[in-house]
């Protein structure tokens, strides 16, 4: 059994437009508890704002907790969980690449660093005033999607770019823009990022990505070192992991198939390899996870 990739059609609207969804987050989780109620990954983008409640959120086997003033933001493909301790509420919303970027032609999603890459954290935390602020305007978005008035979606699309902006802001006031603005390295890790997670099954070295690239691997090691701290080896391990992660607990397949569907040569490889990485054998993951 496959980790369930949910898409927007699946979720119920009174008044749907085909690429955006945007609810109160209490009546989300009402209407869609049998979606859910268990991890599952999404193809689409995802914003939710909590005003109120305390809980745990579980991305990509993180934990993080939930509190007033918290926001999540996911990209397609990660994988997530909620767990609740007292009853929340917020706002939520999603949306398909295209919806927003085929508005916005000469700015993509990437360029909001909680989107940029995996190695930024999926959440920030507003102080009060600004939670105030933020809630007026997804309540203003929340209100325009439930009615039907002239250039409803184009307006849409405007109000979560500035959700988005202020997001962005409020993330980034810790952070050197400097460094986080430095194009060539940036353009270099994006690409590399992307590759690893088309090709990192088969191809488990830096010099394959290097040389498609078109660079040195000591030249793609410095971009990783200065972007992220890491080495190309780490950024690759670190997938690999995820995804044995992600297989061990949401499928059925024995953990030989699983070794097998990573491509490694044989399962005793693979539990090396993996307890290298986690401290912990694929089976006792399992055992420890459930």
Not at 93 to 99: R, Y
Not at 109 to 117: A, G, R
Not at 156 to 174: G, H, K, W
Request: aromatic share 16%; hydrophobic share 35%; proline share 4%.
């Amino acid at each position: 059994m496959k980790i369930p990739v949910l898409n927007i059609s699946q979720f119920k609207v009174s008044t749907p437009l085909a690429d955006v969804y945007i609810n109160s987050f209490s009546n989300h989780i009402q209407l869609n508890k049998n979606l859910i109620n268990k991890p599952h990954s999404h193809n689409f983008y995802l914003c939710v704002l909590f005003a109120e409640g305390t809980g745990t959120h579980e991305i990509d086997f993180n934990s993080y907790t939930i509190n007033p003033g918290k926001v999540f933001l996911l990209k397609p493909g990660q994988t997530h969980f909620w767990k609740f301790e007292t009853q929340p509420q917020g706002f939520i919303f999603f949306h398909s690449q295209e919806f927003y970027e085929l508005t916005f032609l000469e700015h993509k999603l990437h360029s909001f660093p909680f989107f940029y890459s995996n190695q930024n954290p999926p959440f920030l935390e507003l102080a009060p005033k600004k939670l105030e602020e933020l809630k007026l305007k997804f309540q203003e978005t929340y209100t325009e999607y439930l009615e039907t008035n002239l250039l409803r979606e184009l307006k849409i699309v405007n109000a979560i770019n500035s959700i988005y902006i202020e997001l962005t802001r409020s993330y980034t006031v810790d952070i050197n823009m400097e460094k986080l603005n430095s194009s060539n390295y940036s353009s270099i890790f994006e690409t590399l990022e992307s590759l690893i997670n088309t090709h990192f099954y088969k191809e488990k070295f830096p010099k394959f990505y290097a040389d498609k690239l078109s660079i040195t691997t000591k030249h793609l090691n410095r971009v990783v070192r200065k972007t992220i701290n890491k080495t190309t080896s780490q950024l690759i391990s670190e997938r690999i992991i995820l995804e044995a992660k992600r297989l061990i607990v949401h499928s059925h397949d024995n953990l030989a198939n699983i070794a097998y569907t990573l491509e490694f040569s044989d399962y005793a490889y693979f539990s090396k390899f993996f307890k290298s990485k986690t401290g912990i054998t694929p089976l006792d993951f399992r055992k420890k996870y459930f």
